[in-house]
């Protein structure tokens, strides 16, 4: 019986390696994710230049303007444009040298009231970001040059158009704010962590009811159970799916690395360096040894609740015809998944509540939820193992009872009250 279990565990697996479509869309995912990480480069290649910079030229009639424009455009910390700024005096030669979407021209005037205005003169459209940035740093200085007209002192004035300084202060002593800090980039940074996840655990539910019902379709599902043993037709689909899914994703890693390698060497560290000016991303070390201690636990909590999702779709998939039955079936599943990736993503707005800290033992929806309020310290370590424990026992739950559905579906080709036919198994 085991033999046969791993000839169709190896059959199945080589059966989707082996097809031409997996064949073909790997050579696609291997020309569009290193053509992603070398965008850069293919539009230089075809004319386009990153690093072309902007010629941003200022006819400034207020005499006071092009100072402070020329200072906060130095000292801003968001520029991911390059970028040269030149005074003009006369507003007519200054026209004449746009000739093209890189060259602007910014007029500034005053009126009677001393009220600033300001023209931005472009051949054509311009980047969102460089449009944004201008509107900003104008609407900056007219409001200082604006109070600076009051005649106030300088001391006031500085006062005035000087930014708050917050500072924190924490009634209980273990708490920083560095850590604060700490705890929001990793809210923010791992919904994108978990997007794999979702994605992959997709598309092992979406494989596994494809197999499956298509062995029903063509009815070589009576052959191969009058061989085998329902059980080892059962997990030899699971085992094998899981398998083919962690290839794929070892080749979309590789594929990546190799579009990272053939990325040009020099890397301009100033322009990176000035686009990452004023953001902190020094982590305590007790963050880091706590995103260590996250990294294995969420690991196999994610790896056994993909093969609950495995086992829960092959059992749905058993008790179907066609795959338009298993798509209405497998529903809640992806009501389940929706729920945890928005719960993780929104975690943070319900402050550590009981509420959230009840669903984050919840088995599937504790895979991605556990995790994420582990790292933002809602949750202690204690909390995620008792999640994986839980997770566990669903496991057992899924082979125990499920094996009595996918016994009795397998061979049962009716597409009429499914649900009470899963029930129906269950009792049995």
Known sequence: MRNKFWFLTKISFFKKIKNKTFIIVNILLFIILVSLTNIDSIINFFGGDFKKSNNIMLVDYTNSFYDRFDEKMSNNPVNTFNYKLTRYYDEESARKKIKSDN??????????????????????????TLYGTLESISNDIKKELSLKS????????????SNIELTREF????????????????????????????LLTVTVIQMIGAEINEEKSTRSMEIIISNVSAKTHFFSKVLATNVFVFVQTILLFVYSSIGLLLRPTNLDINTLSSSLNGVDLNLDLSVLSKMISAVPVAVVLMIITIFAYSLLAGILASVTTNMEDFQQMQMPIVIIMLISFYLSLASAMFNGSLFIRILSYIPFV????????????????KDVIISIVLMIIVVFILIRYGLRIYK??????SSNKLWKKIFKSIKE
């Not at 005649?151 to 158009?161: A, E, F, G, P």
């Not at 504790?366 to 370590?381: E, F, K, Q, R």
Request: charged share 15%; aromatic share 10%.
């Open 408 to 413: 009795n579906g397998i061979l049962n080709y």
């Open 171 to 198: 009634i209980n002593g273990k708490k920083n704010e560095k850590e604060e800090k700490n705890n929001l980039l990793l809210t923010l940074f791992f919904p994108i962590l978990i997007l794999p996840f979702f």
């Open 366 to 381: 504790s895979s991605i939820l556990s995790p994420c309020l582990y790292l933002t310290g809602v949750l202690g370590i």
């Open 150 to 161: 009051l005649n106030l002192d300088k001391t006031k004035l500085n006062s005035v158009t």
């Open 103 to 128: 060259d602007l021209l910014l007029i500034v005037k005053d009126d009677i009231q001393n009220t600033i205005s300001v023209k931005l003169v472009t051949y054509g459209y311009i980047n969102t």
